[in-house]
């Protein structure tokens, strides 16, 4: 079985800052890692999402989130952040087997509030 | 190309009742989920449909709940008798392929009085 956890439910920042949500996750296999953003009244979108080759993955807004292995974690990092990426942040594992299932296994979320 | 589409927006019923959910997804995508998010947890996964077959309904809480999804299009996601435990935001998502993007509708927010 696999489960995530995201250790800050909140997370303030002031604008132009940078910022780091934090992902770590348990699994017996290997598994695909996701990054979701749900902005005010709007659906899940996906973010970012490693499935595998470069543990280093970007988004198109200048998110980026890097798979650490040894670790077993997937934090979401942006160096400079706008009042735009005000949303909740979700990570999500999905495990890696054969079949077809691809259920998603998610964090609690990380409100991040950006502040002028 | 229109997105995933969850009817209605939100719902406020009565504990006993009967409530309706449903979800368009995106034409073409086989793949069809319900997850679920209560207050203060986490999203949790409901089922998942290919075409008009259940693959995996594993998370469905009990035997309440009942998912259809005929012709294999959209999908209904009834819940008779409603209880209070049962208030949240229902999220549906679908896909092409089983291992391609899902994408998620708005989802339904259901309170439970």
């Known amino acids: 079985a696999q489960s995530v956890t995201q250790l800050d439910s909140q997370v303030p920042v002031f604008e132009e800052a940078p910022v780091e949500l934090r992902c770590n996750y348990s699994?017996?296999?290997?598994?695909?890692l996701f990054w979701y953003v749900q902005y005010p009244n709007q659906g899940l979108q996906l973010l970012l999402k490693?499935?595998?080759?470069s543990t280093l993955v970007e988004s198109i807004n200048g998110f980026e989130a890097e798979f650490n292995k040894s670790q077993t974690s997937f934090h979401l990092r942006k160096p400079s952040v706008h009042i735009s990426d005000t949303a909740e942040y979700f990570c999500?594992?999905?495990?890696?087997?054969?079949?077809?299932?691809?259920?998603?296994?998610w964090g609690l979320g990380t409100s991040l509030a950006v502040n002028p | 190309e229109a997105g995933v589409t969850q009817f209605p927006s939100h719902s406020v019923i009565e504990k006993g009742q009967t409530v309706t959910l449903r979800c368009d997804p995106i034409?073409?995508?086989?793949?069809l989920y319900w997850y679920r998010r209560v207050m203060g947890k986490e999203i949790k996964f409901l089922l998942h449909?290919?075409?008009?077959?259940?693959?995996?309904e594993s998370g469905m809480p009990n035997n309440r709940f009942l998912a259809e999804r005929t012709g294999g299009t959209y999908s209904t996601l009834k819940v008779q008798p409603a209880e209070l435990e049962d208030s949240g935001v229902y999220f549906c998502?679908?896909?092409?392929?089983?291992?391609?993007?899902?994408?998620f509708g708005q989802g339904t927010r259901l309170t439970v009085v």
């Open positions: 998502a679908s896909s092409q392929e089983v291992n391609t993007e899902a994408f």
């Open positions: 449909f290919v075409k008009e077959s259940k693959q995996d």
């Open positions: 034409s073409g995508h086989d793949n």
């Open positions: 999500a594992v999905s495990a890696l087997r054969a079949g077809n299932n691809r259920k998603l296994i």
């Open positions: 699994s017996s296999v290997s598994v695909y």
């Open positions: 490693y499935l595998s080759g």
